[in-house]
């Protein structure tokens, strides 16, 4: 599945209102761990069938205050339009497909 890079416009249409568990990347162009993330992401979403978004806190401010985003990268696990995780930092793969199946 590719990963959807998303606006604040978008965000509930894409994220609250999906009955699918969908991981949230919050991210920025100048975040180096933010770029290394990236590549693993991608990986995750095709091998693992995951819904993706990208939202850059830069351009969609509304929706990073919203969610208390501090730091990047952060991601939120949302499980038919409920966080139920947040995971941060550039994590190893193997963390970020545990902590996926462990909600799907």
Same mark, same amino acid.
């Given at each position: 599945m590719p990963i959807l890079n998303i606006n604040d416009a978008q965000f509930d249409q894409e994220? $609250? !209102?999906?009955? =699918?568990l969908v991981m949230v990347d919050f991210w920025a162009e100048w975040c180096g761990p933010c770029k290394a993330l990236g590549p693993k $992401? =991608? &990986? %995750?979403?095709? &091998? !693992? !069938? %995951?819904k993706i978004v990208k939202i850059n806190i830069d351009e969609n401010k509304e929706?990073?205050?919203k969610f208390g985003i501090r730091s990047i990268p952060t991601m939120i696990l949302?499980?038919?339009?409920k966080d139920v995780e947040t995971l941060m930092g550039n994590l190893p793969k193997e963390e970020l497909v545990s902590k996926l199946q462990s909600h799907s």
């Open positions: 994220v $609250l !209102n999906s009955d =699918e $992401l =991608e &990986e %995750i979403s095709t &091998e !693992n !069938n %995951i929706t990073a205050q949302f499980k038919s339009g």
